[in-house]
């Protein structure tokens, strides 16, 4: 690995630690490196706190000037919570500056970068630049389109059941593949069921099996069945959205437990799942985990809506039980939804399998 690999790759490492407290921001970290030696570092740690290069830059004193920065996203131009980063870096003099991607945000989009060649500062963009977009894929998408990046995640028996015939699913996967399903719940902004698991399962959806903080917990339910009593709803931290249909004497009951109660227009009579995107966009919650059920699941999947699915297969066999999927409107294997698997791994005894959607065909 060249010398800018390695750095930009400790840069990435930096901007990691943000995970799960920026957003709608982006993870960004950032080095300055003065004779080969790490002089200062940095890592954006929430909105409206400084940004990753002038942390890195206070830390780099005086021998920051001359100095190279490498940094996980371009430095922005332009004035918002914070001052522009790029003033910065030419006021403490770095000579060079390492960019592993162009940020999307309109607002920057090149012109940091350009601000800083046109001051006469080296700047080179693209080292790992795959890797950094992965990182912060969730603000791109988010950025690029206005909504959230979507995650559909589920555990399934290896003939593809995810629940016994009597609707028992505890437990398919074993400890260990749910200490990183509760990671992954760590690292959204918010979870989505629907009522049905609410119903049967009467889940916490927090994180307790690892470190983190909980995400926004959100229910499915265009009718408003979820009891006041239902888990998911304590300690707060927790919405409800429904259609204008539902009982008004069950949202007061509802907002009474501690819960939001989100009234979104109704598709087939049932929430709108753009609206619900829109409304979680609109509150900075830009990378969404879908756990289920079924129905959720299938709808996610068939209106276009999802970007990515985590698949944890466990080495059992029902027979009988209640499928992942229902009817995905395809009845041809050349419309089939292509997957582009990114990875596999293992977790005791079950594999996990992450994969992105790619578009038929």
Known sequence: MDEDSKFMKLALRLARRGLGSTHPNPMVGALVVREGKVVGRGWHRRPGEPHAEVIALR???????????????????????????????????????????????PLVDGRGIGKLRDS????????????????????????????????????????????????????????????????????????????????????Q??????????????????????????????????????????????????????????????RDGRVDLEALLAKLAAEGRISVLVEGGRKVLTSFLRRGMCDRIVIFLAPKLLGDGIDVLGDLGIDRISDALNLRILRTRRFGEDICVEADICSPG
């Open 59 to 105: 830390e780099a004193g005086d021998s920051a000037r001359g100095a190279t920065m490498y940094v996980s996203l371009e430095p922005c131009a332009h004035y918002g919570r914070t001052p522009p980063c790029v003033d910065r870096i030419l006021q403490a003099g770095v000579s060079r500056v390492i960019c592993a991607t162009v940020d999307p945000n």
């Open 120 to 203: 006469g500062v080296e700047v080179e963009v693209g080292v790992l630049e795959d890797e950094a977009k992965e990182l912060n894929r969730a603000y791109f998408k988010y950025i690029t389109t206005g909504r959230p990046f979507v995650t559909l995640k589920w555990a399934q028996t290896l003939d593809g059941r995810i629940a016994a015939s009597s609707g028992d699913s505890k437990w398919i996967t074993g400890e260990r593949a749910r200490r990183h399903a509760h990671r992954l719940r760590a690292e959204a902004d918010a979870v989505v069921v629907g009522v049905g698991t609410v119903l049967v399962d009467d889940p």
């Open 205 to 266: 959806l927090t994180v307790r099996l690892t470190k983190g903080r909980d995400p926004l917990r959100v229910v499915l339910d265009s009718e408003l069945r979820t009891p006041p009593t239902a888990k998911v709803l304590s300690g707060g931290g927790a919405a409800v959205a429904t259609t204008e249909v539902a009982s008004s004497e069950r949202r007061k009951a509802l907002e009474e437990a501690g819960a939001e109660v989100w009234v979104l227009p109704e």
